[in-house]
């Protein structure tokens, strides 16, 4: 059967309900938002004299559920005007509706006997055939399906998004016994292609596969802090980014999940696991049961092991100090090896370098890892057939840079069985015969394929999508040039891919570099090239250390030099003889964004940050990027819009430093351009989706484009009302008279200089008023005072 899915009922609006009808907004599908009618007036109804029977009181809680979920920071949505695709309605009036829908999700409350209750009342309605699904973090999904209909059991199954489903990307898949094959597939399918999901299919026992494993680290990781004497403090400094986990570390990451939620996991895990090896870890503690009887349960109660407080100096964090269960200031902390490793960008050889460590840190990850190994290697198969199921699981929805079986790898298998049983664990049998083997690895790379160590057939298989994904890691034996920042990567099929490893994935020297080599390669050797990179984010911009130190020392002819550079680099991005894609994700700022303005075709990530934002550390966009921006305001003006329309959109977007919260509302910014500039939902499919487009745009016969020299500046009559709006707002205290300099700058260079009439004029002409604003801005002093507070503290100062 061809499944289309083109309506979604959500039934129940709460934080989960309510965010997941938003990100099925956000992908077009129109959604269907239901949840119960009150069954008393508030004082507001009350004064307004409604009734009960009243619309607007019986869709009460689900209009207040969608306002406050749209209202939410980060948000929900990609762009706000996905509201018009949900409809509002109540379980009451408007559950007979959902028979004309494709796909029913319920989302009530985590209690068996209401989704029971609720399910009776969709059998009614439900057209035999649709979809219907469940997402719960816990209950037995077979449970569930007992005493509904043959047709009904078929067309179910447990689809377990995680919070908040927009941003993190796991999407656990439990079927029952009775649940057709067909759809569990087109559900795995339908996940990961259209709602960018890692969808990972999971059996039906307690808690799944991440938070079984997710829950059980942060309770091994609560265990050896007491064994340590160390405090929270210093526990999330071990257990962040420094280890490729989120900023949230561990206890940022309960308080933000609810530590009542955190303890429920881990209850249902002590009481329906009774061979669980490692049961008493779930146990919780008694500084845990203190904090839930005070009722300090992270963000949604304003406290939990953190909380906010305004002070004369502003807002603080203070950190509990579980032993006297009161609240302090948070405490620095240091640990040597994490101020060795700290440096090394890669984080594979960091992890390396903390594992072999032999400070308080190195002992902690030896413990942590001992916990974890010895845990992970004892839930296959009770939880998954699959190695890599627990690693899509972990890192999809935990935020994990690096999987559990993939660390186990990084720090050797046969030294790490041997350290834990040192430290009085055990390990599965299975790890032990995979060793007997000869086999040392749980994955290889063969031939730019991943593959992984299959229990069942004691041999290695290759990894589902390892066919439909370009991991760049994974070609190590298709570069064709490289330096010290760069790879050139043999895609095949005529393509080549350029990634780039620095600080934060910043643009220097040996990356423009790399951007020439590869075209000039491309060229002569390929069909069309990629600029697309594996980090955690795109690219932050241009170097901001180098501008400083150059304009610092007043090295200006250096600084002209590299100027010019990036400008030729971009330019030559849009006037190479072959195709180029830009592939961004996360932050892509500055240089990065230039990059994406200049080629031929974006293929961005839905989650993409795009914007130039050079203005808040006292500069203008001197890669190109004001110059692109004034170009795409002349093509707007041969389109019938008033002239000055365009201009001052474009204008506000750069002097703002506007940044899309989405590669969807990078639309609306003008950075990324409707019709043409693509996205991609799921991250992993971005790089295969870039080397589609670039073949077609290759196979269609690409030939280079003409440099433009029709742009169309409107001079005087421009700058006048550009200025006019600086000088409003400066007046009014909104922007500082710097902010008002470089603002006026800006201004001047989008239109065309101080010209007395509208005037036609080249790229080349606007990129030399570009480079000017730019030198000249970086001698000033506040300019160098705004640098040198993103190089100390990673945020500009106002100034």
């Known amino acids: 059967m061809k499944r289309h899915i083109n309506k979604v009922a959500v039934l129940g609006s709460g934080v989960m309900g309510s965010r997941i009808a938003a990100h ?16 008393e007036l508030n004082e507001a109804e009350i004064k307004k004299g409604l009734s009960l029977d009243s619309k607007a009181v019986k869709n009460r809680i689900v209009n207040d559920a969608l306002q406050s979920a749209l209202k939410a920071n980060p948000s929900p949505v990609y762009t706000k005007d996905v509201i018009k695709n949900i409809r509002t309605g109540n379980f009451t009036d408007d559950m007979k509706e959902i028979g004309g829908y494709d796909w029913i999700i319920e989302v009530v409350v985590e209690n068996l006997a209401v989704k029971k209750t609720v399910f009776e009342e969709v059998e009614k309605y439900r057209k035999p055939g649709t979809l219907i699904t469940s997402n719960t973090s816990g209950i037995p999904i077979h449970l569930m399906a007992e005493g509904r209909s043959e047709d009904f059991q078929k067309h179910f199954c447990g689809t377990h998004f995680f919070n908040p489903p927009r941003y993190l990307r796991l999407l656990e898949i439990i079927p029952t016994p009775h649940t057709d094959q067909e759809i569990v597939d087109f559900l795995m399918h339908y996940g990961d292609l259209y709602l960018g999901k890692t969808t990972v299919l999971c059996k039906d026992t307690p808690a799944f596969i991440a938070n079984r494993v997710g829950v059980f680290s942060i309770m091994a990781i609560f265990h050896i802090m007491q ?24 206890f940022r ?163 790490s069985v041997k350290l834990l049983e040192e430290k009085g664990h055990t390990v599965a049998a299975w790890v032990k015969d995979m060793l007997a083997k000869g086999i ?51 895609l095949g099929d005529g393509i080549v891919s350029l990634d780039w490893k620095t600080k934060m994935n910043t643009i220097g020297g040996e990356v423009l570099e790399g951007v020439n080599k590869a075209i000039d390669r491309a060229e002569k050797d390929f069909r069309g090239l990629i600029l697309a990179n594996d980090g955690a984010n795109f690219s932050a911009g241009a170097n901001v250390g180098m501008i400083f130190m150059l304009a610092a020392e007043q090295e200006y002819d250096e600084l002209d030099m ?48 795009i914007g130039l934002v050079e203005l808040g550390v006292g500069l203008i966009p001197g890669g190109g990027g004001t110059k692109e921006m004034a170009v795409r305001a002349s093509d707007e003006f041969k389109e019938g819009r008033i002239e000055e329309e365009p201009l001052k959109d474009r204008f506000m ?26 996205i991609t939902m799921n991250l992993s499919r971005q790089i295969a989706d870039a080397k589609r ?34 000088h409003s707002m400066r007046f009014a205290n909104y922007i500082s008279d710097h ?55 990673g945020k500009p100062i106002r100034n």
């Open 440 to 490: 040392k690895n749980f994955y290889k790379i063969d031939n730019g394929k991943k593959f992984y160590y299959d229990i069942s057939s004691q041999a290695y298989k290759l990894l589902p999508g390892a066919d439909t994904f370009i991991i760049l890691e994974n070609l190590s034996g298709n570069i064709v040039w490289k330096n010290s920042a760069c790879n050139l990567y043999d």
């Open 253 to 415: 990451t309960a308080d933000v999940v609810g530590i009542d939620t955190l303890v429920r996991v881990a209850n249902g895990v002590a009481e329906n696991c009774p061979a669980d090896e490692a049961k008493d870890i779930f146990v919780i503690p008694p500084f845990l049961q203190k904090i839930v009887e005070n009722k300090w349960l992270g963000d949604k109660t304003g406290q939990g092991f953190y909380k906010k407080t305004k002070g004369e100096g502003g807002k603080e964090i203070l950190t509990l100090n579980l032993q006297t269960m009161e609240y302090g200031p948070r405490q620095k902390s240091k640990f040597a090896s994490i101020e060795a490793a700290k440096p090394v960008e890669d984080l594979k050889q960091r992890m390396k370098i903390l594992g072999a460590a032999t400070d308080k840190a190195g002992l902690f990850y030896q413990q942590f890892h001992s916990y974890l190994f010895s845990y992970i290697s004892h839930r296959i198969p009770e939880i998954a057939d699959d190695i890599y199921k627990v690693d899509d699981g972990m890192k999809a929805g935990f935020g994990w840079e690096i999987g559990p079986f993939e660390i186990w790898d990084l720090l050797g298998v046969e030294a």
């Open 562 to 609: 590299a100027v010019r550079l990036f400008q030729k680099t971009t330019m030559r991005l849009r006037y190479s003889a072959i195709p180029t894609i830009v592939a961004p994700h996360a932050l892509t700022l500055g240089g990065g964004c230039e990059m994406c303005l200049h080629a031929d075709k974006v293929q961005a990530a839905a989650e993409s940050y």
């Open 653 to 678: 977007t750069v002097a703002m430093a506007k940044v899309s919260t989405s590669a969807h509302e990078a639309y609306e910014l003008g950075i990324l351009r409707k019709g043409h500039d693509e």
């Open 24 to 39: 099925f907004a956000g992908i077009g599908v129109q959604v269907l938002l239901l949840d119960i009618a009150p069954k």
């Open 227 to 250: 064994e340590m004497g160390l405090n929270i403090d210093e526990v999330d400094a071990l257990t962040g980014p420094v280890i490729g986990h989120p900023k949230s570390a561990t």
């Open 739 to 793: 902010d008002a300099k470089i603002a006026g700058k800006l201004a001047y260079v989008m239109c065309g200089g101080d010209l007395s009439e509208s005037t036609i004029v080249s790229e080349q002409y606007l990129l030399d008023l570009e480079r000017e604003a730019f030198l000249s801005l970086a001698g000033e002093r506040k300019t160098l005072e705004r640098l040198q507070s993103v190089l100390k503290t």
């Open 693 to 726: 487009s670039v073949l077609l745009m290759a196979d269609e016969g690409y030939s280079r484009p003409v440099e433009r020299k029709d742009i169309k500046v409107l001079g005087r009559t421009g700058l006048g009302m550009l200025l006019t709006g600086v």
